[in-house]
């Protein structure tokens, strides 16, 4: 599965999700992407939820813009990607965020969506075949 493949499969679930951009080795701001152990492909996506003046001053493709579907390689790689950037996030809570891994798909949500409607993320997520 790619992220774009699980993007599309999330988005007939969450209808206000709207793909925004799909990260490239040149474009990655992490440099991530396809480095050992990272994610093999990364895409990001804007919730219409989310008000415009709540993610002012921030860029294209950020996480509070809506979110990010990142794959990766094995089911053990995404729970490591997981775990670190809820370990980042803690500590800067303006970076909160929304993490849910089914296999190796990382959906990452912004915390500007109430509990409720990143729910309803964690429910696309968990209905991802790994196919």
């Given at each position: 599965m790619t992220a774009s493949t699980a993007f599309t499969r999330l988005s007939t679930k969450v209808t206000t999700a709207k793909l925004s951009?799909?990260?490239?080795?040149a474009s990655d701001p992490n440099h991530l992407l396809g480095r050992p152990g990272q994610y093999t492909s990364?895409?990001?996506?804007?919730?219409n939820r989310i008000k415009a003046a709540d993610?002012?001053?921030t860029e294209k493709g950020d996480v509070e813009r809506g979110g990010a579907?990142?794959?990766f390689g094995s089911s053990?790689?995404?729970a490591t990607r997981a775990k670190y950037v809820e370990a980042v996030t803690k500590s800067m809570p303006a970076l909160a965020?929304?993490?849910?891994?089914h296999g190796t798909v990382l959906v990452r949500v912004s915390h500007y969506l109430t509990p409720k409607q990143a729910a309803e993320y964690k429910t696309a997520v968990d209905g991802l075949s790994q196919g």
């Open positions: 951009g799909t990260v490239t080795a990364k895409v990001t996506f804007t919730d993610v002012e001053g579907v990142e794959v053990a790689d995404a965020e929304y993490d849910y891994v």
